[in-house]
T-cell receptor
Framework: GAVVSQHPSWVICKSGTSVKIECRSLDFQATTMFWYRQFPKQSLMLMAT?????????EQGVEKDKFLINHASLTLSTLTVTSAHPEDSSFYICSAREGRETQYFGPGTRLLVL | DAKTTQPPSMDCAEGRAANLPCNHSTISGNEYVYWYRQIHSQGPQYIIH???NNETNEMASLIITEDRKSSTLILPHATLRDTAVYYCIVRPNQAGTALIFGKGTTLSVSS
C-alpha cells in the first residue's frame, strides 16, 4: 500500500510553546489529508479535513486557531499546535487520500506537554 | 455515515481462523465497507474494503451478506502479530470524505 510518513514520531514541549507536526505522502498525491487525535484507551477522533490549496474544515469542538493546518502541496500537510497545554497531550495521526482511492495513515506523533 | 456495531473483544488461538463480525444495518447503497486495524501505538493499517461482492487479498477475506447489512472479516491463519484493534467502517466512495472510527474489536491472539 501507499506510504504516509510523519515527523516527529514523538515530541515533548513546555506548556505555552507551539509544536509543528509534518505529514507527507511518499508515493502518491494526497488531494485530501486528514488529522486525527487519539487519547489513551479511546478511538481515533477526526479533527479536520484539508484539501490541497484550500482551508481546512474542522470538526465541531476543534479550535481552528489552536490547531493550524496547512496543506500547501500534494505531498505535505502540517499541523501546528499553538500555545500547547497539558490537555493537548495526545497521539496525533495524519492520513492521506488521492481522490477516491484508499485512505492511508501515518505512524502517528505522540505529543507530551509538560 | 452509517454506524457500525462490533463486539468489543474477541480471542483467537494462533493458527486458527479469526472471524470478526460487523453489523451495518443502515448502510446506504453507495457506501463501502472498510476494515482497518491498529496495533498498539501505531497508525491504523488498511486491510480490505468492498461494496457488495466478497473480497480477498493477501491479508484477509471480506464476506458481505447479500442484503449488505453485515459483514465478516476473516484472517485465515491468525498469528500473534495480528493482535490489534480492528475497525469496521462504512463510507461513501467520494473524494474528500473521511473515515469515522467507532470503538472497534480488540482481537487477542494467543499461543
Amino acid at each position: 500500500g501507499a506510504v504516509v510518513s510523519q515527523h516527529p514520531s514523538w515530541v515533548i514541549c513546555k506548556s505555552g510553546t507551539s509544536v509543528k507536526i509534518e505529514c507527507r505522502s511518499l508515493d502518491f498525491q494526497a488531494t485530501t489529508m486528514f488529522w486525527y487525535r487519539q487519547f489513551p484507551k479511546q478511538s481515533l477522533m477526526l479533527m479536520a479535513t484539508s484539501n490541497e490549496g484550500s482551508k481546512a474544515t474542522y470538526e465541531q469542538g476543534v479550535e481552528k486557531d489552536k490547531f493550524l493546518i496547512n496543506h500547501a502541496s500534494l505531498t505535505l500537510s502540517t499541523l501546528t499546535v499553538t500555545s500547547a497545554h497539558p490537555e493537548d497531550s495526545s497521539f496525533y495521526i495524519c492520513s492521506a487520500r488521492e481522490g477516491r482511492e484508499t485512505q492511508y495513515f501515518g505512524p502517528g506523533t505522540r505529543l507530551l506537554v509538560l | 455515515d452509517a454506524k457500525t456495531t462490533q463486539p468489543p473483544s474477541m480471542d483467537c488461538a494462533e493458527g486458527r481462523a479469526a472471524n470478526l463480525p460487523c453489523n451495518h444495518s443502515t448502510i446506504s447503497g453507495n457506501e463501502y465497507v472498510y476494515w482497518y486495524r491498529q496495533i498498539h501505538s501505531q497508525g491504523p493499517q488498511y486491510i480490505i474494503h468492498g461494496l457488495k461482492n466478497n473480497e480477498t487479498n493477501e491479508m484477509a477475506s471480506l464476506i458481505i451478506t447479500e442484503d449488505r447489512k453485515s459483514s465478516t472479516l476473516i484472517l485465515p491463519h491468525a498469528t500473534l502479530r495480528d493482535t490489534a484493534v480492528y475497525y469496521c467502517i462504512v463510507r461513501p466512495n467520494q473524494a474528500g470524505t473521511a473515515l469515522i472510527f467507532g470503538k472497534g474489536t480488540t482481537l487477542s491472539v494467543s499461543s
